[in-house]
């Protein structure tokens, strides 16, 4: 009987990286698989300096794959890439020196108030006497730097290490404290991938207990790469309840899913609005998608943060709502979170 694709991706996680306890599969190097009558096609995709891990990955690939019931004949190859910029050659999913855990917060589509979430859960987190740095991966739209109210310019080191802004006890890295306001990021992929890598690989975040990663929003290189070269705890995905953000939500998942990173669980964002005049709550863009998405995915539904003017004013005066006003209703549901992840991801 013919193998099928999900039995060779079954062979294929016997192997692994190279210096890594991680398999082909869960890093994502699979690109494609094709079946006829017992030939096995894969195309992988690596991103190395060093000639040996491709080839070891082949033969590796190539002997698994022909000792497998049901395979005639097997072939693999790999379309290798020059490794980010800053990354080194063959690095993989590492882990960055002196943090605990690292949790990246994505979503599938843009508007859904990812970077606010981000800013808040960093606060709220923060809070609980954690030591907690925040990253601003959007390189083309960066936000924190606007949500935290300053725009002072990083130091560096004597060895070119970046200092990182400090504000409300967090270290801040943000494309937006390199940039004037009208000003914008003007780079090709490579640049962009290079930024990123720098951002987590040469600023001095020192010992944190958690380093929340500001993802740009979609699926896309800046992203995968992310995932691909960082180790992280796991991801969170903010989404609003309407049908067309799940769905893009969905999207965010699996691709952590793809790539063996835990969903933790997901934020819904812009759930309700209470009226200030009479109290009354309004379901704006629906009622319970967040809830029905995270039993689809099986995961929790770690928070509904409202839709709430004095959030939209803090944020724009640059203080986040959470560090302004702890006990409001958004404040106290981003607490509320900020536990929940801490039980998630202890430190102990």
Excluded at 120 to 125: K, R, T
């Amino acid at each position: 009987m013919a193998i099928t694709e999900d039995q060779v991706k079954d062979v294929l996680k016997s192997v692994k990286y190279p210096g890594f306890s991680r398999d082909i599969v869960s890093f994502g190097l699979i690109k494609g698989i094709d079946l006829r009558n017992g030939d096995v096609t894969v195309q992988l995709a690596l991103a190395t300096n060093d000639a040996a891990v491709p080839q070891t990955i082949k033969n590796e690939a190539d002997a698994a794959l022909r000792a497998s019931a049901g395979v005639r004949e097997a072939k693999v190859r790999i379309d290798i890439h020059a490794p980010p910029a800053g990354a080194g050659a063959g690095v993989a999913a590492a882990r960055i020196s002196g943090i605990k855990h690292i949790v990246a917060i994505a979503s599938g589509k843009g508007g859904v108030g990812k970077s606010t979430v981000a800013a808040n859960l960093a606060v709220a987190l923060e809070q609980t006497k954690a030591s907690v740095g925040l990253c601003d991966c959007d390189i083309y739209g960066p936000s924190i730097s606007l949500m935290f109210g300053t725009r002072e310019r990083p130091m560096a080191t004597d060895d070119n290490r970046i200092i990182p802004i400090d504000r409300y006890n967090l270290r801040l890295m943000s494309m937006g404290f390199l940039l004037d306001d009208a000003s914008p990021a003007i780079l090709r992929g490579p640049m962009v991938t290079r930024y990123t890598q720098q951002f987590l690989r040469q600023v001095e975040w020192g010992a944190l207990d958690y380093l929340v990663l500001d993802l740009p929003p979609g699926t896309g290189d800046i992203q995968l790469t992310i995932v691909q070269t960082v180790a992280l705890s796991g991801a969170i995905i903010v989404t609003t309840p309407q049908e067309v953000a799940l769905i893009d939500a969905r999207k965010a998942a699996t691709m952590f899913e793809k790539v063996n990173v835990r969903v933790l669980g997901l934020i819904e964002n812009m759930s309700y609005f209470v009226s200030p005049g009479d109290g009354k709550r309004y379901d704006i863009f629906g009622f319970g998608g967040g809830e029905r998405e995270a039993k689809r995915l099986r995961v929790p539904l770690l928070g509904q943060i409202p839709i709430d003017i004095a959030t939209r004013e803090a944020g724009d005066r640059g203080m986040p709502i959470t560090a302004e006003s702890k006990e409001s209703a958004v404040g106290v549901e981003f607490g509320g979170i900020a536990q929940r992840l801490r039980e998630l991801l202890p430190l102990d």
